[in-house]
C-alpha cells in the first residue's frame, strides 16, 4: 500500500458511522464509486488510477461495482415502447399532460384580484373539509335566494352537468353547484389559497356556457338554464385540492343520469328529497361516481315543491312526534319526528329526526330550519296569530334551509388526516402487551377486544362528528352507507362496506348524546312506515350535537324559526323576551296545529327578506336573517364553547384509557392537529366574516384564545410524554449499566427512577471521582475551599456539537465540554474599563438539582469574569499567518469554501497596517501568499481560490512552516499569530503529538501564539485541536457555518486576535462556615493545584479583550448560615501592564435568590446551558436530568430572551439532542 | 429560451405558458425519479404535480437557484419522502392484515409497462432490487445514474454533505454487487 494514496481516501472514507467498507483499511473504498462514477478530480482520478495499477483487491472491487453499474443503467434505462402508459393507468414514465396544464392554470390563476382570494376561501373550505374528515365534501349551496327563483325550484337539467367518462374515481368525487350570484363572480382560484384556507366550497356565478369547456374536453359545470344556472366547481378548484397532498382522485358526474347498483340513486333522492323538498334528480347524475364517495357536506335552502302533502300526526315515538307528508310525485313518504315539550329521553336536546319512505331514514339535528312562511314573517316583526303557523302539514311550501352532512360509503380515506402515527402505536399497543405482559396490560387487553379499531373509531368519530356538529342534517344515503366495520377495523378503508351506518350513528351516540336513543324510533312506532324488519341495521340515529345551543327550559323544544334558536343561551333583553315568548308560543301552536301552512306569496317576502343575509353570508354558519350580527357571534362563541367542550370530554374519555397504554403521544398529536386544523378554520371562517360584514366585529381574541389554550395542552402534554419516554430510556440505559441483561420490553413496562447523583464524590476523592466519572465532584470545603482552574474561552466544543446534532450525527459525549458551552454565550454587561477583569456573581436554586444532599438544596453559583475593552488606541497591528489545510479531505462539504469566507470576514475586519501570510499544507507545507497588508484583500482572497485540496494532513510541516514565516516577519509593536485551520489531525508526519505541542509551547513563549479554527466533523480531533490551542496561548473555534465565521473573525475579532491577559488563573476560596459543599461544572481540563495559584510560571488560560468567562459552581450551603460565601481570585499577566496582577472579588450572600424566578435571564439561560452540556457529556450528576426538562427551562425564558438567535439556536439543540435521545423508543 | 428567461416572462409577464414550457422539460425526468423512488406510478404523478403547483406558486424561489431541475427535484424528493413516511406508517400497521395495494399496484405497473423485449429476467431482477433499496440508498442511487447528478448536485438536493452521499452512493453500489451476484448464482 502506497503511503501516499492513504490520506486522501481515508479522510473521506472514514464516515461518520464509524463505518468502513469490507475491503478493510488500506483500500480505496468509496473513492472507486466516485472513480467509477467519474466524480473525481484530474488528481484523484490519477491516484485512483495508479491504485488500481497496484493493488488487485481494489481493482476487483471497480470490476464488480463496474458490472453491477451497466446491470443498473440498463435496468434504469427507459425502452422503446416503456414511456407509453396503458391504457386508464397512468405512465410510470411520463407526466400526464392534462396535470401539466392544471398546473399552467393554476400559474395563471396565481395573481388574480383579492376578492377571487375571498372567492377561494370557499373552495378551500372544503379542501379543508377533506383534510378534516376524510370525507369528500359536497356542497350545494345556493347563492341568492331571490323572490323570483324561491318560488320555483332551482332544478339543474341534468344534462347540464356533464362529464368524461372513464375517469379513475378510487377517491370520490368533488362538486360544487353554483348559483348565481353577481356579486361573486369571481373564477379563478388560487391553489395556494385553497391550501390554507378551510371549510367549504363556495359559491360562484353562472358560468357563460362554453367558455367553461376545458382543453381536454372536459365540460365543467355548464348550465342550460340561465335563470337557473348551476355550475360545477372549477377544475382549478378541484386540483386546487388536489393539491392539497391527498390522494383523492376526482371523479365527474356522469350524465345523463345513470344510476348504478353501486349508487342507489332513489335512495339519496328521495332521502334528500324528503328533508329538503328537493328533487334530487341533479344528484341522481352522480351515479356510478359515488360509488367510492365517502360522504358530502352541503347546505341547501331551498323551497319545497309546491304540493307537498302533509299526512299529519302520524304517531308518538319514544317521547317525538312524528309529522308525516308525502312530496309531490306521491312516491316519497316523509316523516318528521318532532320533540315534544317535555322529552325526558332527550334531556337538554332539540332533537329532530326527519325520516323518508322505503328505508331511508333521515335524522336531522336541532339546527335544522324549518320553517314555513308564516314564522318567516314572525321573524320579520309581522305578527301572526300563533295558530295560523304550524311547521309542518297543510303548508304547501314550508321554506327549509340546512346544512347537511351525507354519507355515502365508506367514511374514511386513506390519504386524509388519519395518518398521524396512531395507527402505528396501535399496532405496537396491540402486539407488545404479549411480550410485556404485565397484568396491566393485559388487563387493557382484554378489556377492548380490538384496541386498534376503538382507538381508530374515536379518532375517526371525532372527525366524522366535528363535520356533524356543523351538519344541521345528517342523510343516510345508502344501508351501507357508513360501514361500521371500516370504524372497527382499517383493513378495507377504499371498499364500501357492508355494515350499516347505524354503526357510526351508535358510536357518535354513545359518545355525544347524553341520552342515547338506541332502538330505531321508525320500525317501532312505524313500521309501515319503512317496511322494513324492524331490525334493519339501516337505521340511522338521530344525533343532537349542540348541547350547548339548545333553548332554555320553557322556551319552544322546536327549532321553529332563527331566533328560537338562539333564544337559550344569548342574554335575553326585554325586547328579545317579547319576541321569544311569540316565538314559544308560536312553536307551541306549531306542535298544536298543523293546520296549515302558509301562501306562496309570503314565503317569497320572507327569502327576500333573507336574501342579503344569504348571499353575504357564508354557509359556515348558517343564516340567520338580517339582524344575525349578534346571533352570529354568539354562535361563534357557542360554537367555541360546545368545541371546547367537545374536546375536553374526548381528551378525558380518551386519556383515561389511553394513558397506560402507551398510545397517549400519538393521540395527544392527533388531537393537536385537530385542534389546530380547528383554529386555522375557525379563523378563517372569522376572517371572511369579518371580510364579507365589515359592521360585524367577532372577538377573534377570545374565539382563537379558547382553542390556542388547548393547544397548548396538547403540546404540553406531548411534552410531557416525551419527557417520560425520555425518562425511561435514560433509565433504561443506566440500568443497563448495571444489569447488561437487562430486558428492555419488561423494563419500560415498569420503569424503574434512576437514583438521584449524590451530593458527594462517592467516596472517590476528587480525582479518583473524575477518573472514574470523568466530571467533577462536590469538594466539601472542610477538606478543600479552593477551587482553581485556568481561565478558558473557547467555544469549539459548542459550535461543533452544535453542528454534529443539526446534521443528525451521535456526538461523542467526551468532546463536550461544559465551560465551553457557557462561555459561548458571552455576557453583554460593559466590564470596568479601569480594571482588566470585572466579576459578576449571581446565585439561585438549581433549577436542575435533583441531587440527594443529606441538608440543604444545591444552589448555583454563576460567576461571571469579564475582561474589559480594548481602547481603540491600544489596539496593535497583527501579522496573522494562516496555515490551511489543503489535505484531499478539505475538498468536502465545501470547507475550503468555508476557509475562504471566514477569512474574507476577518479580512473586511482588518485594519490596514495589519497583515496575512499563508501557507498551505497537504502531504508537504508550501508557501501560498508572503505577508501582505490586509488592504490587499484581492490578492490574499485569490490566493486562497488557488489552493487545491489534495494528499495528506501533514500538520507539523504545516506548522513549521507557518511558524518560520511568522518568525521571519515579526515586528516589534505587532502582534503575531499563526492561524491553524484544519478539518482533522496529523495523518502523516513524524513526530508525536507531543512533540508538536512542544514546538507550538515554544513559539508561543515567543510571543507567537496559536488560533485553531477547525472544520469538518468526521475523523476530527478535537482533544488534540483544543491541546494544540491550549498550548499555543490561543484560542481554538470550530466553524461549520458562515454565521459561525461571522461570530469569530467578526464580532470576536479583538478577543481572537489580542491578548489582554496571559496565563489567567481563577480560584474560588468558599468559605466553610456558609458553603459546606461545591462543584465546579466543566473546567476540568483547565485544573490548576490550588497551590500553583500564585505560582506564575504556570500555563494557564490566555484572554483576549472583551472575553467572558463564566464559572459555574454548585454549592450546598450550611443551614441558618450567613455571610458571604467567599473570594473570588483573578491573577494574570497583565499585557498591558507587563506585570503580574491580582484581584479579588468577594462572593456576598445577596446575590443569592431565594427562588429561580427571581434569578436573571442570563443566569436561567446558563443554568441551561450548562444542564445541556452536562447531559450531553453523560455527566454524573445530571443521570436524572433530561433533555426535556432542558427545554422546559429554556421555554420559560421570556419571550425577548427566546428570540435572540443565540437562544433558538440553542433551542434548536436541545430539541435535536433530545429527539436523537429518543431514537431507541419503540414506535 | 433559458430556463431563467422561461422563469421572468412567468414572473414578471405573467405567462403562464412559459411556466409550461420550463415544466415540460424536467416532467419526465422528474417523473421517472419519483415513480422508481416511491415505486408508486400514480402517487408519483401527484408528487410531481404537487412539485409543479409549488413551481408555479412560488416562481421566484426557482428563480433564485443556479438549476431549475435540481430545485425541482429536491422539492419532489421532499415531498417523496413525505409520501413515503405516511405509506410506511400505514402500511405498518396494516400490514398484518392486507397487502396493501399501492405496493400490489406498483408492482403491477412497472411489469405491466414492461414489453416483452425487456421482460428479460435480469433487468426484472435488478429493478427489484433497486426497488428493495432502503429510500436514501434509493435516491441517491437514482439521482447519480438516472438524474446524472454529481456528489455535490445530489448533496444539495437532499441535503447531505457530498461525503455522505459519496459513502452512501458506494455502499449502495457495493449492496446491490452483493445482492445482484446473490440473484445471478442462485438462478445459476
Redesign the interface.
Known amino acids: 500500500m502506497n503511503t501516499t494514496h492513504e490520506p486522501n481516501h481515508d479522510s473521506?472514507?472514514r464516515?461518520?458511522n464509524g463505518?468502513t467498507?469490507?475491503n478493510g483499511d488500506g483500500h480505496l473504498?468509496?473513492?472507486?464509486?466516485?472513480y467509477?462514477?467519474d466524480?473525481l478530480t484530474d488528481e484523484g482520478r490519477a491516484e485512483v488510477e495508479e491504485h488500481l495499477e497496484a493493488c488487485a483487491e481494489c481493482r476487483q472491487?471497480f470490476d464488480?461495482?463496474s458490472?453491477?453499474?451497466a446491470?443498473?443503467?440498463?435496468?434504469?434505462e427507459?425502452?422503446?415502447?416503456?414511456?407509453?402508459?396503458?391504457e386508464g393507468?397512468?405512465?410510470?414514465?411520463?407526466?400526464?399532460a392534462h396535470?401539466?396544464?392544471?398546473?399552467?392554470?393554476?400559474?395563471?390563476g396565481?395573481?388574480q384580484s383579492t376578492n377571487v382570494r375571498k372567492m377561494v376561501r370557499w373552495g378551500a373550505a372544503a379542501a379543508a373539509a377533506v383534510l378534516l374528515f376524510g370525507v369528500v365534501p359536497y356542497l350545494l349551496r345556493p347563492q341568492v335566494m331571490n323572490a323570483r327563483r324561491s318560488a320555483s325550484m332551482v332544478r339543474p337539467q341534468t344534462n347540464a352537468v356533464e362529464f368524461k367518462e372513464g375517469v379513475d374515481l378510487v377517491g370520490g368525487t368533488e362538486l360544487d353547484y353554483f348559483y348565481e350570484d353577481e356579486s361573486e363572480s369571481e373564477k379563478a382560484f388560487d391553489?395556494?389559497t385553497l391550501r390554507s384556507a378551510p371549510s367549504r366550497w363556495g359559491a360562484r356565478a353562472a358560468p357563460k356556457k362554453e367558455e367553461n369547456v376545458a382543453a381536454d374536453g372536459w365540460a365543467y359545470g355548464t348550465a342550460t338554464d340561465p335563470e337557473e344556472s348551476l355550475e360545477v366547481l372549477s377544475d382549478q378548484a378541484i386540483e386546487g385540492v388536489?393539491?392539497f397532498?391527498d390522494?383523492q382522485k376526482l371523479g365527474r358526474f356522469n350524465a345523463p343520469a345513470a344510476p348504478s347498483p353501486q349508487f342507489p340513486a332513489p335512495v339519496l333522492a328521495a332521502a334528500f328529497e324528503a328533508t329538503t323538498g328537493v328533487t334530487l334528480n341533479d344528484l341522481e347524475t352522480g351515479g356510478k361516481d359515488f360509488a367510492n364517495k365517502n360522504a358530502f357536506v352541503g347546505r341547501v335552502t331551498v323551497d319545497a315543491p309546491a304540493g307537498t302533502t302533509a299526512l299529519g300526526k302520524a304517531g308518538e315515538i319514544q317521547g317525538f312526534d312524528r309529522f308525516k307528508f308525502a312530496d309531490p310525485s306521491g312516491n316519497t313518504t316523509a316523516f318528521i319526528d318532532l320533540p315534544r315539550e317535555s322529552n325526558s329521553n332527550a334531556p337538554g336536546m332539540n332533537f329532530l329526526s326527519v325520516g323518508g319512505s322505503d328505508e331511508r331514514h333521515l335524522t336531522a339535528l336541532d339546527t335544522v330550519q324549518i320553517f314555513d312562511q308564516k314564522s318567516k314573517v314572525d321573524q320579520a316583526g309581522t305578527a301572526h296569530p300563533p295558530s295560523q303557523s304550524a311547521p309542518i302539514g297543510g303548508v304547501e311550501t314550508p321554506v327549509r334551509e340546512m346544512q347537511f352532512f351525507g354519507l355515502v360509503g365508506g367514511v374514511f380515506d386513506?390519504?386524509l388526516g388519519l395518518?398521524t402515527?396512531e395507527?402505528?402505536m396501535?399496532?405496537d399497543v396491540a402486539q407488545k402487551p404479549r411480550s410485556r405482559g404485565t397484568p396491566q396490560n393485559r388487563g387493557r387487553r382484554s378489556k377492548s377486544n380490538a384496541p386498534?379499531s376503538e382507538f381508530q373509531r374515536q379518532n375517526e368519530l371525532k372527525k366524522v362528528n366535528e363535520e356533524l356538529a356543523k351538519s344541521d342534517v345528517v342523510l343516510g344515503l345508502r344501508s351501507d352507507a357508513i360501514s361500521g366495520s371500516q370504524l372497527r377495523?382499517?383493513?378495507?378503508r377504499?371498499v364500501g362496506g357492508v355494515d350499516s351506518g347505524f354503526t357510526l350513528q351508535k358510536n357518535l351516540s354513545d359518545n355525544f348524546l347524553s341520552e342515547t336513543r338506541t332502538r330505531d324510533p321508525i320500525s317501532q312506532a312505524d313500521p309501515t312506515d319503512t317496511g322494513r324488519p324492524s331490525n334493519s341495521p339501516a337505521m340511522f340515529r338521530g344525533l343532537a350535537q349542540r348541547q350547548n345551543v339548545s333553548p332554555p327550559k320553557g322556551a319552544s323544544a322546536l327549532p321553529l324559526d332563527d331566533t328560537t334558536f338562539f333564544a337559550g343561551p344569548r342574554d335575553v333583553g326585554p325586547e328579545n323576551a317579547r319576541q321569544d315568548d311569540e316565538k314559544r308560543e308560536e312553536g307551541a301552536s306549531k306542535k298544536r296545529g298543523l293546520d296549515s301552512y302558509g301562501t306562496d306569496e309570503d314565503a317569497i317576502a320572507a327569502s327576500e327578506k333573507r336574501a342579503p343575509s344569504t348571499s353575504s353570508r357564508g354557509a359556515a354558519l348558517g343564516e340567520w336573517g338580517d339582524d344575525d350580527g349578534e346571533e352570529e357571534e354568539l354562535l361563534e362563541r357557542q360554537e367555541q364553547t360546545r368545541l371546547a367542550q367537545e374536546i375536553s370530554e374526548l381528551e378525558e374519555e380518551w386519556y383515561g384509557e389511553v394513558y397506560q397504554t402507551g398510545r397517549d403521544k400519538a393521540i395527544a398529536q392527533g388531537l393537536l392537529d385537530q385542534a389546530n386544523q380547528r383554529i386555522e378554520i375557525l379563523q378563517r371562517e372569522i376572517d371572511r366574516e369579518n371580510g364579507l360584514r365589515k359592521s360585524q366585529t367577532i372577538d377573534v381574541q377570545d374565539t382563537n384564545g379558547n382553542l390556542r389554550d388547548q393547544v397548548k395542552q396538547a403540546q404540553s402534554r406531548i411534552r410531557a410524554l416525551e419527557s417520560n419516554h425520555e425518562r425511561t430510556l435514560r433509565a433504561f440505559r443506566y440500568y443497563q449499566t448495571i444489569d447488561a441483561n437487562l430486558d428492555r420490553g419488561r423494563f419500560f413496562a415498569n420503569p424503574l427512577e434512576i437514583p438521584a447523583p449524590e451530593a458527594g464524590d462517592e467516596g472517590l476523592g476528587r480525582d479518583g471521582f473524575r477518573a472514574t466519572y470523568g466530571v467533577n465532584p462536590f469538594v466539601e470545603t472542610e477538606r478543600d475551599a479552593q477551587s482553581t482552574f485556568a481561565m478558558d474561552v473557547d467555544t469549539a466544543s459548542f459550535t461543533r456539537t452544535q453542528a454534529m446534532l443539526a446534521?443528525g450525527q451521535r456526538v461523542d459525549p467526551s468532546t463536550v465540554r461544559t465551560e465551553e458551552f457557557v462561555n459561548a454565550f458571552p455576557d453583554s454587561r460593559a466590564a470596568d474599563p479601569h480594571q482588566a477583569f470585572s466579576v459578576f456573581c449571581e446565585g439561585g436554586p438549581s433549577p436542575f438539582g435533583g441531587h440527594a444532599t443529606s441538608g440543604a438544596p444545591v444552589e448555583q453559583l454563576q460567576i461571571t469574569v469579564k475582561a474589559r475593552d480594548l481602547a481603540p488606541a491600544e489596539r496593535r497591528p497583527v501579522i496573522l499567518t494562516f496555515a490551511i489545510d489543503t489535505s484531499g479531505s478539505m475538498e468536502?462539504?465545501a470547507r475550503l469554501e468555508a476557509v475562504r469566507t471566514a477569512l474574507a470576514t476577518l479580512l473586511a475586519n482588518l485594519e490596514s497596517d495589519d497583515r496575512v501570510g499563508i501557507i498551505a499544507y497537504g502531504t508537504q507545507p508550501y508557501l501560498v501568499l508572503p505577508h501582505t497588508s490586509a488592504r490587499e484583500s484581492d490578492r490574499i482572497l485569490d490566493a486562497v481560490d488557488g489552493l487545491t485540496p489534495l494528499g495528506s494532513t501533514n500538520v507539523e510541516a504545516g506548522l513549521d512552516l507557518a511558524y518560520r514565516i511568522a518568525d521571519e516577519s515579526t515586528h516589534a509593536r505587532a502582534v503575531s499569530r499563526v492561524v491553524l485551520c484544519s478539518d482533522g489531525v496529523a495523518t502523516s508526519g513524524a513526530r508525536s503529538a507531543d512533540d508538536i505541542l512542544k514546538k507550538v509551547r515554544i513559539y508561543a513563549d515567543r510571543g507567537i501564539y496559536l488560533s485553531v479554527v477547525g472544520f469538518g466533523q468526521?475523523r476530527y480531533d478535537d482533544a488534540f485541536l483544543e491541546k494544540l490551542a491550549n498550548q499555543g496561548n490561543g484560542n481554538y473555534a470550530y466553524v461549520d457555518s458562515a454565521a459561525d465565521a461571522a461570530r469569530l473573525f467578526k464580532d470576536n475579532l479583538p478577543a481572537a486576535l489580542s491578548v489582554l491577559a496571559r496565563d489567567a488563573k481563577i480560584q474560588v476560596e468558599f468559605d466553610p462556615e456558609v458553603v459546606s459543599q461545591y462543584r465546579l461544572l466543566g473546567y476540568e481540563n483547565r485544573d490548576v493545584a490550588d497551590k500553583d495559584f500564585r505560582n506564575d510560571t504556570i500555563d494557564a488560560g490566555e484572554v483576549g479583550p472583551g472575553s467572558t468567562v463564566t464559572a459555574i459552581y454548585e454549592v450546598v450551603r450550611r443551614p441558618a448560615s450567613a455571610g458571604a460565601l467567599g473570594r473570588v481570585f483573578l491573577r494574570y499577566h497583565d499585557t498591558t501592564l507587563g506585570r503580574v496582577e491580582e484581584l479579588d472579588f468577594p462572593i456576598p450572600p445577596g446575590i443569592v435568590a431565594t427562588k429561580f424566578a427571581h434569578t436573571s435571564a442570563r443566569f436561567r439561560l446558563l443554568s441551561s446551558v450548562a444542564e445541556l452540556a452536562e447531559l450531553l457529556r453523560g455527566s454524573y450528576f445530571a443521570r436524572s436530568g433530561t433533555f426535556s426538562d432542558v427545554l422546559d427551562q429554556l421555554n420559560r425564558l421570556s419571550p425577548s430572551a427566546r428570540s435572540t438567535p443565540e437562544v433558538r439556536a440553542l433551542i434548536d439543540m436541545t430539541v435535536q439532542a433530545r429527539r436523537a435521545s429518543l431514537e431507541e423508543w419503540p414506535? | 429560451m433559458t430556463d431563467r428567461e422561461l422563469l421572468l416572462a412567468y414572473v414578471e409577464a405573467r405567462d403562464a405558458d412559459s411556466l409550461g414550457t420550463l415544466l415540460a422539460r424536467y416532467q419526465d425526468s422528474l417523473l421517472r425519479f419519483v415513480a422508481r423512488l416511491l415505486g408508486d406510478a400514480d402517487a408519483a404523478q401527484d408528487v410531481v404535480q404537487e412539485t409543479f403547483l409549488e413551481a408555479a406558486r412560488h416562481p421566484k424561489r426557482l428563480l433564485n437557484v443556479d438549476n431549475c431541475q435540481n430545485w425541482l427535484l429536491r422539492v419532489a424528493r421532499n415531498r417523496s419522502v413525505d409520501h413515503l413516511r405516511k405509506e410506511t406508517r400505514r402500511r405498518r400497521h396494516t400490514e398484518a392484515s392486507a397487502p396493501t395495494r399501492t405496493r400490489e399496484l406498483a408492482a403491477t405497473e412497472l411489469a405491466s409497462t414492461t414489453s416483452p423485449l425487456e421482460r428479460d429476467e435480469r433487468r426484472t431482477k435488478t429493478r427489484a432490487a433497486i426497488d428493495a433499496l432502503p429510500p436514501r440508498q434509493k435516491e441517491v442511487l437514482l439521482l447519480r445514474i438516472e438524474a446524472g447528478k454529481s456528489y455535490r448536485e445530489i448533496a444539495e438536493i437532499i441535503g447531505l454533505s457530498p461525503t455522505n452521499v459519496g459513502f452512501i452512493l458506494h455502499r449502495t453500489m457495493r449492496d446491490l454487487s452483493t445482492r445482484l451476484a446473490t440473484l445471478g448464482e442462485k438462478d445459476a
Request: proline share 6%; no cysteine; charged share 35%.
Open positions: 473521506p472514507g464516515h461518520p463505518e467498507t469490507p473504498r468509496y473513492l472507486i464509486t466516485a467509477l462514477f466524480n472491487e464488480e461495482l458490472s453491477t453499474r446491470l443498473l443503467k440498463d435496468a434504469l427507459l425502452r422503446e415502447g416503456e414511456g407509453e402508459p396503458a393507468e397512468s405512465s410510470a414514465y411520463s407526466f400526464e396535470r401539466l396544464e392544471r398546473v399552467i392554470a393554476a400559474g395563471r396565481r395573481r391553489p395556494d388536489r393539491a397532498g390522494n386513506d390519504d395518518e402515527g395507527r402505528t396501535e399496532a386498534q377495523s382499517l383493513e378495507s377504499r446534521s468536502l462539504g468526521e414506535e
